[in-house]
């Protein structure tokens, strides 16, 4: 039976919202409103409950391009996980990129960048459609030769991180702000300057590719700090 772990992670994530709407209270910043919250928890939920009817279909296909397609059938170790979070990222970041540059795979993505404000709970605006669209780039794994296993273990571990990278409470993290997506990387994504939201795609969660441009723009924007 395949379990969706992230969904134990749920009460933790309630926990660090409401930490956060505490947090800009007491500072005098609006971060959060009723109505753009109410839409951002809606949006997870509904996509979490369709997530389990789905999770065993995508661990089908894994499992059957692995039987079928694998060129290498690579076993478990630390250097083999190491390497799949690596590959794993790296197909994020051309899923993320062509998710902002073709118009179809914007269509499923846009979603998430449809939030007025910017905090935790824009980390739920994922919708099933963006979840079919990413299995195609994931579907390289087994191919590749990780098994079903691996693929969905590491896939739970790397769709953590964005939850803590969607928040303005967190400022600059010095010498990580050149080798991850922090907090202050992905304010500038989500910011409401077209031409910064357009630059900005070549980010993916642990990797980050091109920060060298981000942190070269000085210029203020909504969601920047």
Same mark, same amino acid.
């Given at each position: ?105 914007? %269509?499923? *993505?846009? @979603? #998430? /960048?449809?939030?007025? =404000?910017?905090?935790? +709970?824009?980390?739920?605006? &994922?919708?099933? !459609? ?53 907090? %202050?990387? *992905?304010? @500038? #994504? /989500?910011?409401?300057? =077209?031409?910064?939201? +357009?630059?900005?795609?070549? &980010?993916?969660? !642990? ?19």
């Amino acid at each position: 039976m395949n379990i969706n772990y992230i969904a134990f992670a749920i009460p933790v994530f309630l926990i660090l919202i409401g930490i956060e709407f505490l947090i800009s209270r007491k500072q005098g910043k609006k971060f959060y409103s009723f109505n753009d919250t109410i839409a951002n928890l809606n949006v997870g939920i509904a996509e979490r409950l369709l997530d389990a009817l789905t999770l065993g279909v995508f661990y089908f296909v894994y499992d059957y391009l692995y039987q079928h397609f694998a060129v290498f059938h690579i076993q478990p170790s630390i250097l083999s996980w190491v390497g799949l979070l690596l590959i794993t990222d790296f197909l994020w970041y051309w899923y993320h990129r062509l998710g902002h540059e073709v118009n179809l795979l914007w %269509s499923v *993505h846009v @979603v #998430h /960048h449809q939030s007025e =404000e910017f905090n935790f +709970t824009v980390s739920a605006r &994922i919708t099933l !459609f963006q979840a079919v669209a990413r299995t195609f780039f994931w579907s390289a794994l087994p191919i590749i030769g990780f098994n079903a296993e691996m693929i969905t273990t590491i896939l739970l571990i790397h769709g953590l991180y964005p939850f803590f990278i969607h928040t303005r409470t967190v400022g600059k993290l010095g010498i990580l702000e050149y080798i991850m997506v922090t907090p %202050s990387h *992905h304010r @500038v #994504h /989500h910011a409401n300057n =077209e031409s910064i939201l +357009t630059r900005i795609t070549e &980010i993916c969660s !642990f990797s980050g590719t091109s920060f060298s441009e981000l942190l070269r723009r000085k210029r203020k924007n909504r969601f920047t700090g």
